[in-house]
């Protein structure tokens, strides 16, 4: 076994262990084997993150001008991309996500912090068309404050940049707390921002447990803005610290997300696109399309191609080039799946493919890509997330039969609409509650493209223009232009 890596957080641009000394493991979840260790961050640690990130906002970062920091914005940018293959490397080893992924997200997160610095300068106030003689009033954006980032363990990259970039863009400093399942990668961009010469506290990134790290710092008093990505089991204690500080919350959670394909369909395209949507990155993607709703004309034709598609995916090492579906990323993932899967077929479903540990290797927790048949969409399968590539297949007759079941979910992420009936396709998306609709496609992002659910899948749109005045305020300021003097203080005017 090689050697195990040892890291430290980033905190106030220095390198340190936690106050305790205390580490936790992280697993390689190829082989689960301990690959790295991290700095168990306790409450001191998140404070001394916190103050320097206070400092920071206080004595220069809230002050430049946006520009200036759009500059740093676009720095962090060029070190990403030539940095891709390295960080793209060290995700995969942390996560089990496949490298061929891994590595060309890496580069794609560069386009959000340039898209960002683009932004800085460019958000404006207003002036108000007062209603009162002599009176200009004016509002202007101000930054926040501190700003507590909280990351999972999937996606690490592209969660941290659509929190990171826009609330750097408008002059607020940031504690970063990584997923302790994934931590590493985030340490190792702790490094590129070195390199950036960004001043010292303006990003500060810290590694330690949802408890008491995460609870530390989403209590904190100086933190103002709470940036939430994760399960929505977590995202009530986040709302719950928030009312100790109260702060500002957003929360980007869970999706059981539904997609329809309609008898008139363009197939191969669907096919591609289901497969994508629910076995790319082996089912761990919060958008993850894992609720298939198939019309009865075509159910049982297409049904057989996709199962032989999910049959012939190829799972491996999550580093070769070849390998269509890497390992899931904890044995935590694999224990619920099995226990929904078992549960479902006690209650009817039928297993069409996958459905049982794959044997790819006796280490690492590798799980095929499977289908289940469900003739309710109430079975657990079809209606719990479970972050891993199964595909719950049910029939429908009709448009409107099938809407009111695909919004028949707690969840509101994404959807997806497959149909080559134009107008068909408009009204079925918007039916849909759901705060993103793929029609004829799925599985794309863009810093442009805003990002985000309803329902039980959070609130609060990450990436897209919008996005960066959720990291300001609304200032108000009234100009007297009156030389008269006020006459009667008792009186509200
Ligand atoms: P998780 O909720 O277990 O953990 C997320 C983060 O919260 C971790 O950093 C964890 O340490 C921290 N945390 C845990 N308890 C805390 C507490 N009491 N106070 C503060 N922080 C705490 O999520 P996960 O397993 O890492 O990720 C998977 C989940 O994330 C899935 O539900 C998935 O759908 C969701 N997700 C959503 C999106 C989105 O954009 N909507 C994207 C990716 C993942």
Redesign the pocket.
Known sequence: MSKIQDFKMYINGEWVDSSSGKKIETLNPENNEVWATVPEANEKDVDKAVQSAQKAFDNNWSKIHPRERAKYLKLIADQLRANAEHLGKIETIDTGKLYRETKTQANYIAEYYDYFAGLADKVEGTVVPIDKPDMQVTTTRIPIGVVAA??????QM??TA?KLAPALAMGNTVVI??????PVTLLEFAKLIEKTGIPKGVINIIT????P???A???HSLVERIA????????K??VK?SAENLSQVS?????KSPVVVFNDAEQENALNGITAGIFGASG?????GSRLYLQSKIYDEFLRKLINKAEKIKLGGPMEKDTQMGPL??F??LENIEKNIKDTIKQGGKVKCGGKRSSVSNKGYYFPATIIECENHNLPVAEN?L?GPILSVMKFEKEEEVIEKMNDNKYG?SSGVYTSNFARGLRVSKAIRAGIVFINTYRLISPMAP???IKD??YGK?AGIESIKEYTRIKTTWYNSSEKPMTDPFTMG
């Open positions: 909280i990351i999972p363990w999937n996606s592209l969660l659509v707390k990584a997923s302790e399942l994934a330690g447990l949802g408890e790290c995460g609870k710092l989403t209590t939430f990505t994760g399960g929505p089991e977590t995202a204690h986040i610290n929360l980007e959670l869970g999706g761990q993607s919060c958008i993850a990323n904890s935590k993932q997330e972050f992420l990002f985000g659910g899948s959070g990450e």
